[in-house]
């Protein structure tokens, strides 16, 4: 896996945001007075962006929810 990652990390690291880049936005994204409030959006770069469809099955988001309760020994019980 590791000749295979690290090639993936070189062809995509021109598409990755840099850490600094990406605290500054964790920042504002975290303490902005306009995002207060804001919850369950999806954000890239800063900025608010409709997530995948995929994201809204909310069959998945169940079955997800189960086995990850399952495998973390965590009660789904709130």
Do not use: N
């Amino acid at each position: 896996m590791g000749g295979a990652f690290s090639i993936g990390v070189k062809l995509m690291g021109p598409l990755m945001m840099g850490p600094e880049k990406a605290a500054r936005a964790l920042v504002h994204m975290t303490s902005s007075p306009e995002l207060e409030g804001v919850t369950g959006k999806h954000f890239a770069k800063g900025k608010e962006k409709e997530s995948s469809k995929e994201s809204y099955d909310r069959a998945s988001a169940e079955r997800l929810w189960q086995v990850s309760t399952e495998l973390t020994k965590i009660s789904s019980t709130a």
